[in-house]
């Protein structure tokens, strides 16, 4: 798994422009607060009963866009890794209702930190 987010980590066009050489200016708070994003979106998938952990995906993704300009990467990787959970859902005729729970409060409660930070103000509903 860590050999797979290495690779993932080192094509990410938003990570790439932002850092050169291994230059880094607030870059490792914001891949910290990316991974925390990741793993904390993740974690809910598990099972049934964990969507609340959407909550701290979002706590993290705040996190992530007031640290890191490189947000609209990270809303979109989730959003497209959700789309793919339900069409396989679909696919499968299965229906998980952690997976709606968890990308509602990650959304919501992510977006509502993003446009408390003044910079970023309304551009998360522009990704």
Do not use: Q
């Not at 291994?22 to 607060?33: F, K, L, S, V």
């Not at 099972?47 to 705040?62: C, D, F, T």
């Not at 959970?85 to 005729?93: G, R």
């Amino acid at each position: 798994a860590a050999a797979i987010s290495a690779l993932i980590m080192a094509i990410i066009p938003a990570h790439i422009m932002r850092s050169m050489g291994g230059g880094y200016d607030n870059e490792c708070i914001a891949m910290t607060a990316m991974l925390m994003t990741f793993y904390f979106w993740v974690r809910p998938l598990r099972n049934e009963r964990s969507w609340w952990i959407g909550v701290i995906a979002g706590l993290a993704y705040g996190y992530m866009v007031a640290a890191w300009g490189g947000f609209t990467c990270v809303i979109n990787m989730v959003a497209l890794h959700a789309a793919i959970c339900a069409v396989k859902d679909t696919i499968s005729n299965r229906y998980s209702p952690g997976l709606y729970k968890a990308y509602s409060l990650f959304f919501v409660i992510g977006t509502l930190l993003a446009t408390r930070v003044p910079p970023v103000g309304l551009s998360p509903f522009k990704s």
